[in-house]
């Protein structure tokens, strides 16, 4: 019997604290005075740590089998490094509270989506339902935070951020116990999977595609509110994309059937340079940035859909902890941190 309930409530907290960070962040550290080249570079510094940290607790759960208490740990350790940011607003502090959050804190999400295709085992069309509590997660906080933050300081972010991780923390505590299958030989050698042309040409796109979002999940909100636009309204325009995606994941089992994971990651790439072309081209016109925001539907829902069941593929048996966080790494850490990191310095320089 698929937990149901519990794997969802993982998702929705996990991506709250994300319906926090990604809006509003950048907006409080722009409030403590740092300039858009320190804000890229600790957006950067943050998702880097996605580079090292899956494959590393990827490997711990795959060898010890024991995926559960390396979610647990991760989640618990987060929330401790993360309450430094309530003691300091130096660069270098909230660098070294940003490196070690983005360590702990990023050893979940990869070892959840491999024990969450493993309970739904031969049905994985099952996933998007599960999934989508994450999104509904993510919009909510948006939505609530940005209400609050109209007639509250932007210094209580970080106590949102906090408190949200810590729930997801407390709830890991009730998560489904189901270690791994310790088989020596099952799923192959990851080098000779990483040598498939298929799979080389799923890590480049993935690493470039997620390169493409760094200027968006760094200085989208920065961006509108130099445009003119208010928190509350940046706060819906996050919310409205996020929306667009719970639309998709309902639909995502038929959409599969028909078309297939290689046509749909295409139609993922091609939308997506849309809604970047319509973001940077007409930022005053607020109808066109809801029809941008709704292609986030693409640009994450349909794309992060396709993007998982091809490395569940790919990577088989004792390999799949480590092929969640070789995508997870590839994509939402090389690639969202040299985006992250250029934007900044662009931005810095105009």
């Known amino acids: 019997m698929i937990p149901y309930w519990r794997l969802s409530g993982f998702y929705f907290f996990h991506f709250g604290v994300l319906g926090i960070f990604l809006p509003y962040w950048s907006l409080y550290l722009k409030s403590l005075d740092f300039s858009a080249g320190a804000i890229g570079t600790l957006a ?44 300091t607003e130096s660069y270098l502090g909230l660098a070294i509270v940003l490196i070690a959050f983005g360590f702990c804190w990023n050893a979940a999400l990869p070892q959840i989506e491999a024990t969450t295709m493993n309970h739904l085992q031969d049905r994985p069309h099952v996933y998007p339902k599960i999934r989508i509590w994450g999104s509904i997660g993510f919009i909510l906080a948006v939505w609530v935070v940005g209400r609050a933050l109209e007639t509250q300081p932007l210094r209580l972010v970080p106590w949102m951020i906090l408190g949200l991780t810590l729930l997801n923390a407390f709830l890991t505590l009730s998560l489904p116990g189901q270690p791994s299958q310790h088989e020596a030989n099952a799923g192959g050698r990851l080098r000779d999977v990483l040598r498939r042309p298929e799979v080389i040409a799923v890590l ?18 920065i961006y509108l509110e130099d445009t003119g636009y208010g928190v509350d309204r940046i706060g819906e325009l996050w ?3 996020v929306m667009a995606e719970v639309v998709l994941f309902m639909f995502m089992h038929g959409l599969l059937k028909r078309y297939g994971l290689r046509i749909l990651l295409i139609a993922s790439l091609v939308l997506t340079a849309l809604r970047w072309w319509l973001i940077g081209e007409f930022v005053d016109s607020l109808w066109i940035l809801v029809l941008a925001q709704l292609l986030h539907a693409a640009s994450f829902g349909l794309y992060h859909a396709v993007g998982i069941q091809l490395f ?7 390999l799949q902890g480590r092929g969640q966080a070789l995508y997870s790494s590839v994509s939402f850490g090389a690639g969202l941190a040299i985006g992250s990191w250029i934007s900044g310095l662009t931005v810095g320089n105009r």
């Open 239 to 241: 919310a409205l994309g």
């Open 44 to 87: 950067a510094l943050l998702v880097a740590t996605k580079i090292v940290s899956p494959n590393l607790w990827g490997w711990v759960a795959d060898h010890t089998g024991h995926r559960l208490t390396v979610i647990r740990v991760g989640v618990f350790l987060s929330a401790v490094a993360f309450s430094g940011a309530l003691l």
């Open 204 to 221: 480049v796109v993935c690493f470039l595609m997620q390169a493409s979002h760094g200027p968006y999940y760094t200085f989208y909100s």
């Open 312 to 318: 569940h593929r790919y990577f088989t048996g004792r």
